[in-house]
């Protein structure tokens, strides 16, 4: 694998499930980030960690639940969603220095809260 | 707060043509950076150029290039030769370079805009 993985890459889930989002960075990168991309409305920062510490939580809801045990793996745990939750959930990383500061997106995964 | 701004939901150019993809951001920082970001239908978002404010000379990326004006705000994005590859959504995007703050790798994005690419 190389680059930004995201698993699954499809997830439908009734609004009393809980289910989990996972990313994994190939890149030897040390921050990581969860976006929320709705239909016609620009990317939103959700979530960001450097060094596997929480550095930006963009007032997301406390029912999305961000979880990085590794400079490597970033998940987002889901309970008690909502339909407008509805979206494709990037997760993104970089290296956390002024040299490299690209952003390498993973191919997101598309969520349906029905 | 930073904004980006991109007023073009929806272009579309001729095979071979080019194209300019219209962006404008406000801030008062006066070191940062900025991004075009190319997300085909594919939805693997990838970077296609970047530009630093502290940098007075345009980017450019093979057939894609940039009109940064800094005074104005403003951050372009030419595409020529367009081919048929090109269609995407097209994200601009502004981060500030401070290395220290929390606020270090924040993306901030514009709305986008569809390109189509007509044969």
């Known amino acids: 694998e190389t680059g930004v993985t995201q698993t699954p890459r499809h997830l439908v889930m009734g609004m009393t499930n809980k289910k989990s989002l996972k990313c994994e960075q190939h890149?030897?990168?040390?921050?990581m980030y969860w976006y929320k991309q709705s239909a016609k409305k620009p990317l939103e920062l959700m979530f960001v960690?450097?060094?596997?510490?929480?550095?930006e939580n963009n007032s997301v809801p406390s029912r999305f639940s961000p979880e990085c045990p590794n400079s490597s793996h970033l998940f987002l745990h889901l309970h008690t969603l909502q339909p407008e939750d509805s979206a494709l959930y990037l997760c993104?990383?970089?290296?956390?220095?002024?040299?490299?500061?690209?952003?390498?997106f993973g191919p997101g995964t598309r969520l349906t809260v029905t | 707060a930073q904004t980006v701004t991109q007023s073009q939901p929806e272009m579309s150019v001729q095979e071979a043509e080019t194209v300019t993809l219209s962006c404008t951001y406000d801030?008062?920082?006066?070191?940062?950076?900025l991004f075009w970001y190319k997300q085909p239908p594919s939805r693997q978002m990838i970077l296609v150029i970047r530009?630093?404010?502290?940098?007075?000379q345009n980017a450019t990326e093979n057939r894609f290039s940039v009109n940064f004006q800094k005074a104005a705000k403003s951050f372009s994005l030419k595409i020529s030769d367009s081919q048929l590859g090109d269609a995407a959504m097209y994200f601009c995007?502004?981060?500030?370079?401070?290395?220290?703050?929390?606020?270090?790798?924040?993306?901030?994005f514009g709305q986008g805009t569809i390109l189509t690419v007509h044969p």
């Open positions: 890149l030897g990168h040390n921050a």
């Open positions: 995007a502004y981060r500030i370079a401070n290395a220290g703050g929390t606020s270090y790798g924040k993306l901030t």
């Open positions: 801030t008062s920082e006066s070191d940062y950076y």
């Open positions: 960690y450097n060094f596997k510490e929480q550095t």
């Open positions: 993104a990383s970089s290296q956390h220095d002024r040299l490299t500061y690209e952003q390498y």
């Open positions: 530009q630093e404010a502290y940098k007075q």
